[in-house]
């Protein structure tokens, strides 16, 4: 047999049928839903009279639109009576149709994209869909996971199929050893910025290198969430013993005989020696700095040590316009210094940033120091219940509320600002969140993305800093 | 999703390039839980004089007098006639929703945006492609004759003009199967079902690990 890449496995082992037109029908294994994309899906359903084909393979919280603070109230401490309405509208489809759901209260409960893999629901080898473009989070586990629309979500629904055309195989490699105080984070961002928001475009990356095997799976999952920002729908990483380790014991894992069984699977979830990819990038994990993003795309981005680029050296006219429009947003003048960035607000959290490694990332640095008073707010937000749980015992909570932090209750939060947190107009914000967009942290806001490491740093600062150096000073 | 034979009905002509789903329908309205209800929110910003909110009855807002769609003469209209580009921007399925509550069942232009096109397949709208003469004499057909009416038969892919004047337009066969038969994605994958649970039976026999364990 012709050597085959992971996606190539992954795509074969999911076609229920393939159609003359080029396209495929491609099984779903599993489904995560939540308030935002599935309402309407829910009503097509009832409206065609149908019922979802598998109950089992989904899985729902609501996440977008819960507030952070006073989650015991439930739904009723939901004060945006618009918010409300779809998260009560997502507990009672599942209600309805019988589908499990983690409700605000449930510790369980969290980002859509931290609950999969903490409850053994994403498994390696899986196909993994959700009404979200981060699913691409969850191909960390080897498996083939992206986002899809409101009409796909309830097409998964229905048939547990969708309809599929393959993509193109790209293969990110990330060489040797990664330098202190340098992170997954910083990785992808650097990667985005190598290939630009739209070099995966029409692909699925696959994450490789000794760089990227060295990595924990929270690392993974960082990379890997942020393949969409580099344009690929799916991002990939090779089943291995880190993989393993990570699943042992996992609510919704296999346990005892199938244990063994699944295992003996999951060793092939790589790609083959000689496979084609139709693309090949690389990078030298000895190279990369921390990254901060100084504009309004996650391409824009330098590592923490250089100015904002000149407006007059970028050759490209659309580019060119583009890094204007960025100035103007975001205020600068010319030929600032990244440490001289003055911040307003940091948040730490999101589906890209809020697992438990990231968390004592931020403590370590956070750690008996004081956020600056120039900062308004510097906030934690962990990625679900247990996250939050995890930390309180491991004494993270008190190291961020003794320096400043705001220790909070989990959701997507200030990531997107569709519940109570947002930045102000004019606002700059140290974020541990995966877009930089206009607007996306609130209207007006000003949105920097950096590791957790770099975005404590930061707050601690009132400005960025080189958290390399921050750390050397401090011991 | 409805089905799509021959539809003959009025005309109301759009005479704007690059009309953004955006515009279409404004981004306020996306926090809705529903498919339905978008109709009286279609074009809001240019419909109406003041700023619409979710949720509000629209029947008492005041109606920019100059908007096409006010117009008494268009009044029931249900082909929509526009310009190159139209449907660009976000991807939100809410565009496709609102032209349909509103009652435009096809959409007649030179050139679309990838995204809302294939959006308006799912939701048993037609977009009709022609070429931009052709859609420079419907415009001008529209405008001089009240209660201008096109008949637009998808068997025979012929868009027919009060006169007689009967002009072709091109439709890929698969989508076109769908829309004559009123199969949407999930009906026409439905008919494949059989195929769907014997992989299904495969699958549980070879990863038992997948099924069962959430519930
Ligand atoms: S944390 Fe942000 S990016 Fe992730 S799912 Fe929530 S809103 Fe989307």
Known sequence: MKPRTLYDKLWDDHVVKQREDGTALIYIDRQLLHEVTSPQAFEGLSLAGRAPWRLDANLATPDHNVPTENQEAGVEGILDPVSRIQVETLDANCDKFGIVEFKMGDSRQGIVHVIGPEQGATLPGMTIVCGDSHTATHGAFATLAHGIGTSEVEHVLATQCLIQRKMKNMRVEVNGDLPFGVTAKDIILAIIGEIGTAGGTGYAIEFAGSAIEALSMEGRMTVCNMAIEGGARSGLVAFDDTTLEYLKDRPYGPKAEQWDQAVSQWRDLKSDEGAFFDRVVKLNAADIKPQVTWGTSPEMVVAVDAQIPRQEEEADPIKREAIERAYQYMGYKEGLAITDIKLDRVFIGSCTNSRIEDLRAAAEVAKGNQVASSIKQAMVVPGSGLVKQQAEEEGLDEIFTQAGFQWREPGCSMCLAMNADKLGDGEHCASTSNRNFEGRQGQGGRTHLVSPAMAAAAAIAGHFVDVRDFVRQQS | ?215
């Open chain 2, 1 to 215: 999703m409805e089905k799509f034979t021959s539809h003959k009905a009025l005309v109301a002509p759009l005479d704007r390039a690059n009309v953004d789903t955006d515009q279409i329908i404004p981004k306020q309205f996306l926090k809705s839980i529903k498919r339905s209800g978008f109709g009286p929110n279609l074009f809001d910003e240019w419909r109406y004089l003041d700023e619409g909110q979710p949720g509000q009855d629209c029947s008492n807002r005041p109606l920019n007098p100059d908007f096409i769609l006010n117009k008494g003469r268009y009044q029931g209209a249900e082909i929509l006639l526009a310009r190159q580009n139209f449907g660009c921007g976000s991807s939100r399925e809410h565009a496709p929703w609102a032209l349909l509550d509103y009652g435009f069942r096809c959409v007649i232009a030179p050139s679309y945006a990838d995204i809302f096109y294939n959006n308006c397949f799912k939701n048993g709208i037609l977009p009709v492609i022609l070429d931009d003469k052709i859609v420079n004499q419907l415009f001008e057909e529209t405008f001089v004759s009240e209660g201008y009416q096109l008949n637009i038969d998808l068997s025979s892919q012929t868009v027919q003009t009060p006169s007689g004047e009967s002009f072709s337009f091109e439709v890929d066969e698969f989508r076109k199967h769908c829309l004559l038969n009123g199969l949407d994605d999930i009906g026409l994958t439905l008919a494949d079902a059989d195929s769907i649970r014997s992989y299904e039976a495969k699958r549980k026999e070879t990863s038992p690990w997948l099924f069962g364990v959430v519930k």
